[in-house]
């Protein structure tokens, strides 16, 4: 029953329908958090490799 009220919940959802069930637990919000911060970081290094590959003008110019 618990899987069936859940769909049934995620049919007409909110955009911010989770703070009326509760807000998710930390641990989840720990988890997405961290995720983000890995994908900037990794963002972070592909834009620096792609910039010293491509311009490497505008990095002396930067540093």
Known sequence: PIVEI??????????GGWLD???PDRRTIIIII??????III????????IYHWMPEICLIQL
Do not use: F, W
């Not at 961290?34 to 994908?39: F, G, K, R």
């Open 43 to 50: 963002a972070d290094r592909r834009l620096e490799q792609m």
């Open 6 to 15: 859940s769909h049934q919940n995620d049919e007409y959802a909110a955009p």
């Open 34 to 39: 961290v995720i983000i911060m890995m994908t």
């Open 21 to 23: 069930h509760g807000a």
